[in-house]
Nanobody, 121 residues
Framework: QVQLVESGGGLVQAGGSLKLSCAASINIFNFNNVGWYRQAPGKQRELVAGVSDGGSTNYADSVKGRFTISRDNAKNTMYLQMNSLKPEDTAVYYC???????????????WGQGTQVTVSS
């Protein structure tokens, strides 16, 4: 069974930084897309940042210029560097990996268990 294990969450003051990691139990080279989502209390889960197998990145407008996503296929790990954190960034952050060549779009689809990020004002 494929597992994605997140780490790096925690409590930080506004303006601070955190780096999230997501380690996969399988080779991530073949995944078409990997990304980070977040869900704040009472809100829907939203895409924060994504990176394709070709290296193309996309970011939510609210994090552009502050967050950087990267993937290290050799380590089967992806990262989210978060700088200039704001209280509104407080949420549970989930990593997601999906899409194998030749499979239906978006499949297989795997989620991590989530890691809490809390930004105090």
């Amino acid at each position: 069974q494929v597992q994605l294990v997140e780490s790096g969450g925690g409590l930080v003051q506004a303006g601070g930084s955190l780096k999230l990691s997501c380690a996969a139990s399988i080779n991530i080279f073949n995944f078409n897309n990997v990304g980070w989502y977040r869900q704040a209390p009472g809100k829907q889960r939203e895409l924060v940042a994504g990176v394709s197998d070709g290296g193309s990145t996309n970011y939510a407008d609210s994090v552009k210029g502050r967050f950087t996503i990267s993937r290290d296929n050799a380590k089967n790990t992806m990262y989210l560097q978060m700088n200039s954190l704001k209280p509104e960034d407080t949420a549970v952050y989930y990593c997601n990996m999906n899409g194998f060549p030749g499979w239906p779009t978006g499949l297989p689809n795997y989620w991590g268990q989530g890691t809490q990020v809390t930004v105090s004002s």
